[in-house]
């Protein structure tokens, strides 16, 4: 893989233990744009471990999310395997198996940072996980 300025520039900066949200004002970018290259990074092995860290000012508040999941293959022993691989995770709260363009719903509560190392340090590296779309509650009314 050849590394794009970006990517060093990244790499220079997660190894000197910069949080995401100093690394998008020093480089101007948005934070989705720091997770594109870190994911592609740690695919190709140029990253191996590292932890991504968010730097909020609320970093105690506990959000709350769903995580949809698309599988590649979509059999009942690839649901068993999928379940097994998730169930013993702290911020899973439910599993949802559903119809559709969608083969799960996850219900997932925790600290922001925990939600997003979550998606991007386990689900990600699941087998037969196809796609994932995460979607965070910004507000509950209840009914």
Known sequence: MKLKEIDIELLNLFRSGEKVKAI???????????????????????????????????????????????LNNVHTTDFSKFF????EDKVIKEIFEVSGDWDFILSVSGQKEDIINFVHEKLQNIQNVKKI???FIMRHVEI
């Open 133 to 135: 779309q995460s979607i």
């Open 84 to 87: 097994h691989d998730l169930k």
């Open 24 to 70: 998008t004002k020093k480089l101007g970018i948005p934070q989705s744009t720091v997770y594109y290259h870190y994911n592609k990074l740690k695919k190709n092995g140029v990253i191996t471990g590292l932890k991504v860290e968010m730097d909020y000012d609320e970093s105690k508040v506990y959000e709350r999310a769903f995580i949809l999941v698309s």
